[in-house]
T-cell receptor, first 115, second 118 residues
Framework: DTGVSQDPRHKITKRGQNVTFRCDPI?????LYWYRQTLGQGPEFLTY????????KSRLLSDRFSAERPKGSFSTLEIQRTEQGDSAMYLC?????????????FGSGTQLSVL | AQKVTQAQTEISVVEKEDVTLDCVYE???????LFWYKQPPSGELVFLIR????DEQNEISGRYSWNFQKSTSSFNFTITASQVVDSAVYFC???????????????WGLGTSLAVNP
């Protein structure tokens, strides 16, 4: 296993379109996170899964955002009716439950540009 | 409120110089964790270190060292004899308790962009 994979690496879309990103975590990791990062900022927490259960969702996340992890393995993040303010790097991370659960392994991210 | 401050936005050094990246945090929690992550130009965040609030012992890993001072709420990171490959954005982060799942989420600083020039 080579780490956390995210697809696509880059996505350019027009305002109002829907987009979906995929994240494949490290196979034995049961925790999966989505973060968003804009230029010059640290990552901003979006949501978190433990196995297939979505346990927390940021208050900053509007109803246009939805994430799933149907079988407790890969996850998808969908943004409906994209807006220019959604342009950012979307990062996925995974970790193992336990003492080092905050040791996150990140993917390379999906860079979204909304025109 | 939980907060992480990295006052240095950008640092530029010449190769082989030592450089210290500052991190100051605020938290209500009595037990917490502090982290440093590296983000090279490729974009992937790389875990460097995790420190428990009860463990104030400084740590050294090769050219990297960390100075945790609970009295000043600081967790500074020093790179000795810097190399061009150290050029990256470095983030300090603080864990915060989540509402569910007995897990914590990370509160991140804005990062310090380090440029090591040959």
């Amino acid at each position: 296993d080579t780490g956390v994979s995210q697809d696509p690496r880059h996505k350019i879309t027009k305002r109002g379109q829907n987009v979906t990103f995929r994240c494949d975590p490290i196979s034995e990791h049961n925790r999966l996170y989505w973060y968003r990062q804009t230029l010059g900022q640290g990552p901003e927490f979006l949501t978190y899964f433990q196995n297939e259960a979505q346990l927390e969702k940021s208050r900053l996340l509007s109803d246009r955002f939805s994430a799933e992890r149907p079988k407790g393995s890969f996850s998808t993040l969908e943004i409906q009716r994209t807006e220019q303010g959604d342009s950012a790097m979307y990062l996925c991370a995974s970790s193992l439950m336990g003492a080092l659960s905050e040791k996150l392994f990140f993917g390379s991210g999906t860079q979204l540009s909304v025109l | 409120a939980q907060k992480v401050t990295q006052a240095q936005t950008e640092i530029s050094v010449v190769e082989k110089e030592d450089v210290t990246l500052d991190c100051v945090y605020e938290t209500r929690d009595t037990t917490y964790y502090l982290f440093w992550y590296k983000q090279p130009p490729s974009g992937e965040l790389v875990f460097l270190i995790r420190r428990n609030s009860f463990d104030e012992q400084n740590e050294i890993s090769g050219r990297y060292s960390w100075n945790f001072q609970k009295s000043t709420s600081s967790f500074n990171f020093t790179i000795t004899a810097s190399q061009v490959v150290d050029s990256a954005v470095y983030f300090c982060a603080l864990s915060e308790n989540m509402r569910a799942g007995n897990n914590r989420k990370l509160i991140w600083g804005l990062g310090t962009s380090l440029a090591v020039n040959p």
